[in-house]
Structure formats: structure tokens, C-alpha cells
């Protein structure tokens, strides 16, 4: 009843029913996967699979290489994170990557559906080679691999699946469900011959197995409900955790401790219909993403142990902690006009906060003043406390979208952005040994940046095939005579809907 009531106010309201499209049509309407009606709604609405009957779909080559092939002098790509604030809000990691799946509609009530990839998530690995590698008093390139072990190196956590499900309860709500999981585990099995390890208490031991693995869990979970005959309104919400496991030499005890991280993600969408022709789609979206770990800086022989808290090389002294955080704030509006049955338009607006953050301090013995690299890079130095805070501000953006069928079986699709965005680095540090001068400085900067996105769809009875166009084909003019044009597409997606 309720899922009829809502198809029955988008088609008052001249609102475009689900498009048999995936990732490409959103992206190439300008990354408005919040103000449109897609199957990629999915990603932050899993209800939003009982709109879509039986679906089968193909991400030929995923969202991920739009970063890369961005409009000629458009210098989004140039930004040190414009993709994270353009696709941030609108889109998830997973769908940066090739992969494929369905929708299956098991009845009027009942959907599930499930997305299988080969994205790698290297959340926890890039901040253990990134701030705490850079930051920790023991040897980066060593970490945190056991000194002379031939642990192969982790690099991600290896999507293992999506599964999604979602139900309609008559006359009231409709409910979703996300779960994902994903991990990455190598061991490594010492010769017989190898020489015992010691430990900083004087043992020692046989030289046993190496482990090491990372995982990540998600879980999302949504709801849609009816807000009178003219509005619908979507809420999700959900959580991630990464975890790292290092476990050398057998030890139950891990020499990490830490390099695991926590996500949020919410969003709040209503589509309100104001009229024949016009619709208003007000937007909130959340993103926050948190690690910490510990460097224990004792890698090789001898390996210290947390019981041994007077040696020189022990958990108490030697130690790094570091602490990263990124928070996303994002609220919008965008109008959707549809003036004949052929056309729609969008247009959106809104500001975007990013925050990005490190922060270390370091626990050793005073009586040397260590060289290790000072917040944000330059000349090492050493400092026992700092951090490095990144804000980049959208103050506002603008998206505008254009979706017009040419054919019967061919649609084109066209997106324009533009971010007026202004970054501010604000970067400490304090010696406690008053060796050195605290750090405490500010750098602005104006970073604005446009592009735009060209796409086809073709499609013919359930059957559709969906493009992006790389911009600087355009461009490239009498090379595309001789063969020597580059690629037209750079992103895809086909599927069968039935």
C-alpha cells in the first residue's frame, strides 16, 4: 500500500519513475545520487531496492576514473582531495570499482539483492604507512612487519560481498538493510633452521608463526515512510569498523595496539512535490571516519614485551601514539523540473564542511632530543606533540543536471559542477624539551574547481547500457581520424530489468 502510495506521488508530481541505470547515471548527472531516484540509492537507502523489481547490473568500470579524466582546464583533479568532496556525500567507496549484482523482488513486500567486487579497502593500511609511519620513533619502513621476517606485506581489505535487504510494512514504513565484509590475511611459516627470537626480558623462544590480517565490517540500515500525499522522506544510518591484527611470532599479545578506525555515515532526504511540474529534495548527509594506533617501535630482536616496562625499548617510553579523524558535512536543496514527459532537469545548491585531522604525541626517555619529521613534513625536528588540521570549506556548491530521451532507446545525460571551496591548514607542534620552537601557523587558500560530465544510455526492453564520456575525447579532434583518439568511455554500466 505504502510503496504504491509513493509510486503514485512521484507520478503526480511528473517526477521520472526508477531509471534502469546504475553509478554512471548519477555520476554523470553531476554526483546527485541524494536528489535522484536511482537504483544507486541502495547505497545510502537499502529500502530503496523494493522500487526496482528484478534487476541485474554489470559496473563495467566503476566511478573511480572519473577522478582522473576530469573536463579540459578543469582543475578538480588538481585539488589535493577534490574528489573526496565532490563524491563524498553521494556516493561509497564500493562504487569506485568494477563489480556486479542484483535486485531480486521475492514479492510485493519482500526484496534482496546483493553486490559482489573486487574493491579493496586500504582504510587501516594507509593510515599505518601514512601518520603513524611518518610520526612513529621507530623505523617507518619497518613497520610493522617483524625486522628480518618475510610476513608479505597487507595492503587492504578485500571485499568479500554486499547483501542487502529490505521489507515493506503495509501502511506504515518501508525498512533496508546493508551488511558488508570484507578482510586479507597472510601468515607466514619460518623455516625449521630459523634462529630463536629474544625477547627484552631475557627469553627466548622458538621462532613461530607470523599472522596478519585486516578486516572491515559495515552495516546500514534505512527506513522510507509517506509524509502526507505530496512528500516522502529517506533516512539512513550506519556504521563501519577496521581492524588490523598483527600477531608476529605467535605472540598473543600483539605488538600493536590499535590501528583499527570507526565510521558513521547518515543521511535525510524528502522529496516534496510542489507542483505539476516541480519537486523539491532537501538533503542532509554525515560522514565521519576515526583510527588511532600505537607504534610500540621495537621490531626486531629483541622484541619488547608489555610486561617489560623497564627496559629502554618498552610500551611505557617508546611509544607513538596517533590519532586521525575526517568529518563530512553536507546539506543541500535541489529543485527537479519536468516539463515534458521527455525531459528533466536538476539543479542543486547547498555548502559542504570537510575536516580532516592528525594529531601525535610521543612518549621516550628525555634525555635525547630523537629527530623524527615535524607535523605536515619539512625538516625533522623533535617534537613530542603536534597535529595537522586540514578544513576545507564548499561555501556553496552547484550542480545542474540535464536527463533528455533523443530515442526511444537512447537517452543522453549531461552534469555541470561547481565548488567554491577555500582550504585552511593549521599546523602545531611543542618540544617538551624547549629545544626547539612550538609550531603554530595558519595557511589559507582559495581552491575552486569546475567540471562536467557527458553520458549515453541506450536501452530496449529491459536491456540498457549505460556511459560516460571521457571530456578531453572532445578535445583530442583530427587524432580520433587516425586511430590515436584515446578512449570515448570512462565509465559504464549495463543490466537487464525485468
Aim: glycine content about 12%; hydrophobic content about 45%.
Amino acid at each position: 500500500m505504502k510503496r504504491a502510495m509513493k509510486m503514485a506521488l512521484l507520478a503526480s508530481a511528473f517526477v521520472a519513475l526508477p531509471a534502469e541505470a546504475t553509478t554512471t547515471r548519477v555520476y554523470t548527472l553531476g554526483a546527485v545520487n541524494r536528489y535522484v531516484l536511482d537504483d544507486a540509492n541502495r547505497w545510502l537507502w537499502p529500502h530503496a531496492i523494493l522500487d526496482y523489481g528484478n534487476l541485474f547490473y554489470l559496473e563495467l568500470f566503476g566511478s573511480g576514473p572519473s577522478d582522473g579524466f576530469t573536463a579540459p582546464t578543469s582543475n578538480r583533479a588538481g585539488n589535493d582531495a577534490p574528489g573526496a568532496m565532490l563524491t563524498g556525500a553521494e556516493l561509497t567507496a564500493v562504487q569506485s570499482t568494477a563489480g556486479g549484482g542484483f535486485i531480486l523482488k521475492l514479492s510485493d513486500e519482500l526484496a534482496i539483492g546483493a553486490h559482489l567486487s573486487d574493491f579493496e579497502n586500504p582504510a587501516v593500511v594507509a593510515f599505518l604507512s601514512g601518520p603513524l609511519a611518518a610520526y612513529s620513533i621507530g623505523d617507518p619502513n619497518a613497520f610493522p612487519y617483524l625486522a628480518g621476517g618475510a610476513v608479505r606485506p597487507i595492503s587492504t581489505a578485500n571485499r568479500k560481498f554486499d547483501l542487502f535487504a529490505a521489507y515493506d510494512i503495509p501502511d506504515a514504513l518501508a525498512v533496508g538493510l546493508l551488511l558488508t565484509y570484507g578482510s586479507s590475511k597472510y601468515g607466514y611459516f619460518p623455516n625449521p633452521d630459523e634462529a630463536p627470537v629474544q625477547y627484552s626480558n631475557g627469553t627466548e623462544v622458538a621462532r613461530a608463526r607470523d599472522d596478519l590480517g585486516a578486516s572491515e565490517f559495515r552495516l546500514l540500515a534505512s527506513a522510507g515512510l509517506p509524509m502526507g500525499e505530496e512528500a516522502h522522506i529517506d533516512i539512513g544510518i550506519g556504521f563501519g569498523i577496521h581492524s588490523l591484527s598483527y600477531s608476529p611470532n605467535g605472540l598473543d599479545a600483539e605488538l600493536l595496539f590499535g590501528g583499527n578506525g570507526f565510521e558513521l555515515q547518515g543521511d535525510v532526504r524528502a522529496m516534496i512535490g510542489v507542483a505539476e511540474q516541480w519537486e523539491l529534495i532537501p538533503a542532509i548527509a554525515f560522514r565521519s571516519l576515526a583510527f588511532s594506533g600505537e607504534d610500540l617501535a621495537a621490531y626486531g630482536a629483541p622484541i619488547s614485551l608489555y610486561t617489560d616496562n623497564g627496559a629502554a625499548a618498552t610500551a611505557d617510553i617508546n611509544r607513538t601514539e596517533v590519532s586521525q579523524s575526517t568529518v563530512l558535512f553536507d546539506i543541500g536543496v535541489a529543485a527537479h523540473y519536468h516539463p515534458v514527459e521527455i525531459v528533466d532537469f536538476w539543479g542543486a545548491a547547498g555548502f559542504e564542511l570537510l575536516r580532516a585531522s592528525t594529531s601525535f604525541v610521543h612518549n621516550y626517555q628525555e634525555s635525547t632530543d630523537l629527530p623524527r619529521p615535524t607535523p605536515g613534513g619539512g625538516t625533522p625536528g623533535g617534537y613530542e606533540v603536534g597535529s595537522l588540521v586540514n578544513n576545507a570549506d564548499a561555501f556553496p556548491y552547484l550542480k545542474i543536471g540535464l536527463e533528455a530521451q533523443l530515442f526511444t532507446w537512447l537517452d543522453a545525460r549531461g552534469g555541470v559542477i561547481k565548488y567554491l571551496r577555500a582550504d585552511k591548514v593549521t599546523t602545531l607542534g611543542e618540544d617538551d624539551q624547549n629545544n626547539l620552537p612550538a609550531v603554530d601557523n595558519d595557511v589559507t587558500r582559495d581552491k575552486p574547481f569546475f567540471d562536467y560530465f557527458v553520458g549515453l544510455a541506450a536501452h530496449y526492453q529491459g536491456f540498457f547500457l549505460d556511459m560516460q564520456l571521457d571530456p578531453n575525447w572532445f578535445a583530442r579532434g583530427p587524432y580520433l581520424l587516425s586511430g590515436a583518439g584515446g578512449p570515448m568511455f570512462v565509465n559504464a554500466s549495463a543490466g537487464y530489468k525485468y
